[in-house]
């Protein structure tokens, strides 16, 4: 019968890789052999799940066939061999001693920047006020941040410009250092960047005197930023590659959060836009012709005879603007009652009233 690896680990299906390799280490810590109610036997049961699930490769064959064709159970994805192991020599006080966490992060390719990642600049956050009509239609702004950039003088080599490169003397020109560090599973071998060239295998033999060799100062820059039109309130804008710069490295984003000033008289409801229009009731009754102000400047809107309060009136294309049309403009009909009406008013609303109005 087929064994369930996801079962051994105590995980479900849809586990993530990061899920996979925490159920390991704390199964793993709980039956190794030579600790206090340890079991050799279930340690490598869990150990070859681990093999199998960790590898991406392996995992699909298994989720597909219920089985790997491809090798596994005796090594992990890496080629490393642990059925061979001799448990003996390592006593229940050294396990404990052992951190995890440092193992398995150099053994399985563990860091900040991945095992043949490149140095990543801080990402920046800042907010930006628009006006109604700006996240409306699109606007371009201007602000100045201080922040960490690539070195103009230099453009970010680290190197005196003219200057020649050598080999770098703490990797031999690799670019990569190899360090062989040994735990309760063996002896692993891992690899990280030449901290000194930063993975290049080269240095300058003479150093920027800008940046002091690093490619990069504190400076205040100005960027610009394109305002999108219909954007929304709390809405981000990320630019890429606008934050800050990283040795040698990638620079950061730039994250740009829009915050919008409300209008006194639009309301935006989509892509349309909605406002209050109050009418006079004779004009409600008759009909008349108001001047309103839109985005777009004043225009004129015919109230048709026989309107009633809470109707609203569509005026096409000028709303909110979007990819594939425009939204409309709708006006909520507000007809003003008066308070107060003077004698002769009095008597005309009398004549409306034998009229049964």
Do not use: W
């Not at 590898?55 to 089985?67: N, V």
């Not at 800008?210 to 929304?232: A, D, F, H």
């Amino acid at each position: 019968m087929a064994k369930n690896y996801y079962e051994i680990l105590g995980i479900e299906k849809s586990a993530s890789t990061d899920d996979i390799k925490k159920a390991f280490r704390k199964l793993a810590m709980k039956y190794h052999p030579d600790k206090s109610g340890g079991d050799e036997k279930k340690f490598k049961e869990i150990n070859e799940a681990y093999q199998i699930l960790s590898d991406s490769g392996k995992r699909k064959e298994y989720d597909t066939y219920g089985q790997v064709f491809s090798g596994g159970g005796g090594q992990d994805s890496q080629g490393h061999d642990f059925n061979g192991f001799d448990f003996s020599n390592f006593g229940q006080g050294g396990f404990e001693s052992v951190d995890l966490g440092d193992i398995f992060s150099d053994f399985f390719g563990g860091g900040a920047r991945g095992n043949r990642g490149k140095m990543r600049g801080r990402d920046i956050s800042i907010d930006i006020q628009l006006t109604f009509s700006d996240s409306i239609f699109g606007a371009g702004r201007s602000v100045l941040l201080t922040k960490l950039s690539a070195c103009t003088n230099c453009h970010g080599s680290g190197a005196k410009p003219g200057s020649k490169l050598k080999k770098c003397s703490n990797c031999g020109g690799k670019g990569r250092l190899r360090e062989t560090r040994r735990s309760f599973l063996g002896a692993f071998t891992s690899e990280h960047e030449c901290e000194t060239c930063l993975g290049k295998g080269e240095i300058a033999e003479e150093q920027c005197r800008e940046c002091k060799g690093l490619g990069v100062v504190r400076k205040s820059e100005e960027v610009k930023i394109k305002v999108p039109s219909g954007i929304q309130d709390g809405e981000m804008i990320r630019l890429t590659g606008m934050g800050e710069a990283a040795p040698r490295g990638v620079p950061g984003d730039l994250y740009v959060k829009v915050h919008v000033e409300k209008s006194k008289i639009f309301k935006r409801e989509g892509d349309n836009l909605v406002m209050d229009l109050e009418v006079k009731l004779t004009d409600a009754l008759t009909g008349a012709e108001y001047k309103i102000s839109t985005l777009d400047g004043e225009i004129k809107l015919t109230i048709p005879k026989g309107i009633s309060s809470g109707e609203f009136l569509r005026i096409k294309g000028r709303g909110v603007p979007s990819e594939e049309r425009r939204g409309d403009l709708l006006a909520k009909i507000i007809v003003k009652i008066p308070n107060k009406l003077s004698r002769k008013a009095e008597s005309l609303v009398d004549e409306l009233k034998k009229e049964g109005l």
